[in-house]
């Protein structure tokens, strides 16, 4: 099985749009500006995968995914709720600049702190773990010549009208569907997809990628910073959270920061368990002023849904030691904005992620679809859409905090 230490390539690199389908891009709305994301993900050995994450706008991205020490991962590419993270602090900063120049209001410098928190607690092997999310923390931290009035307006437009933090404060439905062992089979404890069966992947859709010019793109777009020293037989060491009994918080931090012109990056980093901090940079599509140097905010969060989701599959897996040969997803994703009836302010939406499981394994029919539902069940990120999680947000101007 493939590894990323064998592929030479970068963790992130744009796509050669001739080298992997694209989403038929649907119809232009001022109204409802709908940004449609397709991740397709594969496991590489262990708990590494890699994915094709394309939308819309007609850019087509790939990105690797790892994890560390905790889930006796290589630890070579940033883990799932890295990704997550990533995009719920480039969407919000996305949100601010976007109201700012609306508004006609200059802001000096962003700066957004996040920290996440998840649990995961029951038996694996009684089927009775779950993961859950928390309500974010959020501090953003604004260099601007305007009022503490204003740029509580405009943080609190940029909450309302980012996708990513819709996804945390509203209740999604998400839906799936099952291809297991070459047929189309039903699936159970989860709401099926009413959705036209997406293509599954061709065996060598993901041989086939190859990456435009790489003057195209930043360099280093997604980079690791720090090693975390394994160790073992400590809360969060090695292996520990492959434990088929389990009760713990996660919590991740991330600090990203606005550059020049459209540009983004954060550091993100596992506080619990500890692991190792990865950088992310990010640029806005052409359709909202970037150059697409790097990925939008909203493909960093589809992607972390994926990933997060795919190794929740191989960690059940593992436990209830399944010979699980393959396993893929396609995920479709759309997001959407309105407007309020009240005051015209527009509102982010996430709408229900339809997800297309292809899975192989020498086990029966009820095993898999136990699999398929046991991934959403403990996935931190499904957990995160199914309940209501608005952020907690704290605010500074200039190095002063006030209240909103």
């Known amino acids: 099985m493939a590894r990323i230490e064998d592929f030479d390539l970068p963790l992130a690199f744009k796509v050669n749009p001739l080298s992997a389908p694209l989403l038929d891009r649907p119809s232009d709305s001022e109204d409802t500006g709908e940004i449609a994301v397709q991740v397709q993900v594969r496991t590489l050995e262990g708990m590494q995968k890699e994915a094709v994450i394309s939308s819309n706008s007609g850019n087509t991205w790939r990105m690797v995914c790892d994890?560390?020490?905790?889930?006796?991962?290589?630890?070579?590419?940033?883990?799932?709720?890295?990704?997550?993270?990533?995009?719920?602090?480039?969407?919000?900063?996305?949100?601010?600049?976007?109201?700012?120049?609306?508004?006609?209001?200059d802001l000096k410098s962003i700066e957004v702190i996040l920290d996440n928190y998840y649990t995961m607690e029951g038996s694996a092997l009684r089927g009775t773990m779950i993961g859950g999310a928390k309500s974010a923390e959020v501090s953003i931290k604004i260099e601007s010549n305007a009022s503490e009035e204003t740029i509580g307006r405009l943080v609190r437009l940029a909450e309302a009208s980012s996708p990513a933090h819709a996804m945390m404060r509203d209740a999604i439905e998400n839906t799936f569907s099952l291809k297991f062992n070459g047929h189309n089979t039903s699936v159970v404890d989860v709401n099926p997809s009413h959705a036209a069966p997406v293509q599954d992947p061709e065996e060598t859709f993901f041989e086939s990628i190859q990456s435009t010019d790489d003057t195209t793109f930043l360099p280093d777009i997604i980079s690791k910073l720090s090693d975390t020293e394994k160790v073992f037989g400590v809360e969060g060491g090695a292996g520990?959270?492959?434990?088929?009994?389990?009760?713990?918080?996660?919590?991740?931090?991330?600090?990203?920061?606005?550059?020049?012109?459209?540009?983004?990056?954060?550091?993100?980093?596992?506080?619990?368990?500890?692991?190792?901090?990865?950088?992310?940079?990010c640029d806005e599509t052409i359709d909202a002023g970037g150059q697409e140097s790097a990925p939008p905010p909203l493909m960093y969060l589809s992607a972390g849904v994926g990933f997060c989701y795919m190794t929740q599959i191989g960690r059940y897996a593992h436990i209830t030691k399944q010979d699980l040969q393959k396993y893929e997803i396609v995920q479709n994703n759309v997001f959407t904005t309105s407007r309020s009836s009240e005051d015209g302010a527009r509102i982010g939406h996430a709408h229900p992620f339809d997800t297309r499981v292809i899975m192989e394994a020498d086990e029966s029919n009820e095993i898999a679809q136990k699999t398929l539902s046991?991934?959403?069940?403990?996935?931190?990120?499904?957990?995160a859409m199914r309940g209501r999680h608005p952020s907690i947000l704290k605010v500074e101007l200039n190095g002063q905090s006030f209240g909103l």
């Open 240 to 281: 520990s959270s492959l434990h088929a009994e389990q009760k713990r918080t996660l919590h991740v931090h991330g600090e990203a920061r606005t550059m020049d012109g459209t540009l983004m990056e954060t550091v993100v980093q596992p506080f619990k368990p500890m692991g190792s901090a990865f950088r992310f940079a």
């Open 67 to 105: 994890e560390g020490h905790y889930l006796n991962g290589t630890d070579l590419a940033p883990f799932p709720l890295g990704f997550y993270t990533a995009g719920m602090q480039f969407s919000l900063m996305s949100e601010l600049r976007r109201h700012a120049g609306m508004h006609q209001v």
């Open 374 to 383: 046991m991934g959403e069940r403990t996935c931190f990120l499904h957990a």
